[in-house]
Structures are given as C-alpha cells and as structure tokens.
C-alpha cells in the first residue's frame, strides 16, 4: 500500500449544518419560501453537489442561471461561517501521522471549488496544515464532478499509482462507490447527516477509524 486518499471534506471535518444553514439564508435572500430541516437535508446529501441538490429539490421552476444565483448566494454564507466553527474529526489526526511515519503519501481528492479548500486551510489553520497532503484536487481538475469516477481515474494518475496500491476513505455511500469506481478499496467515515445502509459493515460514526484502516493496510 502507497497511499491514502481522503475523499472530500467532509471527511477531514464536519460541515453538513453549516451547508445547511446556508442554503436556507440563501433561500431567504433570493426571496424563495424554502426551508430545508434536517431531514430534508438528510435526503438531499445522498448526491454530491450543492447545485444538484438545489435542482434535485426544485420542480422545474428555476432556471440554470437562478440555480447558479442561489448556490452563490449559499457559498457566501458559508464562506462567512466557516472560520469560526471548523473542527477536525476524530481519529483524523491519528491516520495522517500514521501516513506520514510509515512513508505512505496522502491525497484531498475532492470536487469541491478551490474558494472552499481555502476556507478548509484557514479554518483548520490551528489544527491541520493542508500541505501534509501531497496532492489536493478541485473541481478545476476534471470535467465531470463526484460521483463521476474521474476524479479518482485524475488522481492515480498524479500519484502515478494503480487502484490497488491506495485506500480511500469517503463520508456517504454514493461517493464510496464513486472511488469503487474507479478500482479503489474505500473504506466508508460517515458524516452526522449522512444516510447509512444497514448493510454497511462502516455504519457507524463511533468506530475509530485507524483501527479500520490498519488490517487493509497490513494485508497490502
């Protein structure tokens, strides 16, 4: 094993309510009579994708240009909550030293907007130096977003790796098949929002997550 990859941010920190608090002021502001609660957020969080979320959630009364509005509007204010109210995961920290002793390279590989990996890096200023990781990817790096496989396809590539030779941890099963996708164990860290099939052997948000890693890790 020569890598490990980590899947999008909501493996490194949680911000499923912070997303939703700021989709529900962008919907204030763009005059709309939406409220997403935690259900519906739930729900909605099963596909990847602020701008799919909002189209998924609207009846066909918005326009692409409407949709692109109000998801900038969301990003503003998550722009300005962020800074103050960003945590690392547990067992986050533990992995990474683990990667960094026993030389494995690491990889952010994401298809979130750069704006967002540079909230990322300065609301875990304190807690995580985003250049322990030897390659970061953005949406900048593909055409298509998660749950395209590219992405991954991208960053073995880079890494000049094969599937087998990296483990990749993901917080919803639709981005766990996404890395499946593209030939690479993945090991599933759900999110607090994230819906879990009963037949997922990770389905639980309470296991230490370098226990998880280390029989994989060992039997490669």
């Not at 259900?39 to 602020?50: D, F, M, N």
């Amino acid at each position: 094993m020569k890598a490990i990859l980590f899947g999008s941010i909501g493996t490194l920190v949680e911000t499923s309510e912070l997303q939703r608090q700021s989709f529900n002021l962008a919907f204030k502001e763009a005059g709309l009579d939406w409220y997403w609660n935690t259900a519906t957020y739930c729900k909605l969080i099963t596909e990847p994708g602020g701008m799919k979320r909002i189209r998924n959630y609207d009846e066909n009364t918005l326009s692409d240009a409407d949709i692109t509005k109000i998801h900038g509007l969301k990003e503003d204010f998550f722009a300005k909550l962020v800074p103050e109210k960003l945590y690392l995961r547990p067992n986050v920290k533990h992995v990474l030293n683990h990667a960094t002793t026993n030389g494995l390279q690491l990889g952010f590989i994401t298809t979130t907007s750069q704006r967002n990996i540079d909230l990322l890096k300065e609301g875990l200023s304190l807690q995580l130096d985003l250049s322990v990781f030897d390659l970061i990817t953005t949406a900048k790096d593909v055409s298509q977003p998660k749950p395209n496989p590219e992405v991954y396809q991208y960053a073995l590539n880079k890494l000049n790796m094969k599937g087998s030779d990296a483990i990749v941890i993901e917080d919803t099963p639709t981005n766990q098949k996404c890395a499946a996708a593209a030939g690479l164990k993945c090991i599933l860290f759900p999110g607090e929002y994230a819906e879990i099939p009963e037949n997922n052997r990770y389905n639980t948000l309470t296991y230490n997550l370098l226990d998880k890693l280390e029989p994989l890790l060992i039997a490669n």
